[in-house]
């Protein structure tokens, strides 16, 4: 509840400050430009979604972080459809990758929740010794 009023605390300052800055024409345009912007990013997301499915094949990310950058796109088109200038900012960097991966990564790090089975595999692995069998007979039985 408390970050729900420090949120709305902070939209309230930069939309006042921002909206007597451009006038109220202009930040009526804005939030009619940040929601069509959001509704074609929900739209066009399954070329997003087709990004991601590829990095993952080629090993780039894990599926944790595929499941986290897809939910950041989503929740960053939802914030540019709701009116509110600090909503898009937010909405528009959660739209770069830079921003999102360095999200995925800081709370993969803090919570180490992102254990994939080729690391236990590895480490099941380091405690096998890789050993030839040479048969002293030279039949075959």
């Known amino acids: 509840m408390i970050y729900f009023i420090v949120y ?17 024409l202009m930040t ?3 939030i009619l430009f940040s929601a069509f912007i959001g ?15 590829q990095a993952v094949s080629y090993n780039r990310i894990d599926l944790q972080e595929f499941q986290n950058l897809n939910l950041f796109t989503i929740f960053g088109a939802i ?12 909405g528009i960097l ?23 089975d ?7 692995d380091s405690d096998v010794i890789d050993v030839e069998i040479i048969s002293d007979s030279t039949t075959i039985k």
Do not use: H, W
Not at 118 to 124: A, D, E, I
């Open 118 to 124: 080729s690391t236990n595999n590895t480490q099941k």
């Open 28 to 30: 009526f345009f804005e």
């Open 79 to 90: 914030l540019l459809i709701i009116p509110g200038f600090l909503t898009d900012i937010i």
């Open 39 to 53: 509704i074609m990013i929900l739209a066009n997301f399954r070329n997003t979604l087709m990004e991601n499915m």
């Open 8 to 24: 709305l605390f902070l939209e309230v300052i930069v939309s006042v400050n921002l909206s007597s800055y451009l006038g109220g």
């Open 94 to 116: 959660l739209q770069f990758s830079v921003f999102t991966s360095m999200l995925v990564n800081r709370y993969n790090v803090k919570s180490n929740s992102c254990k994939t």
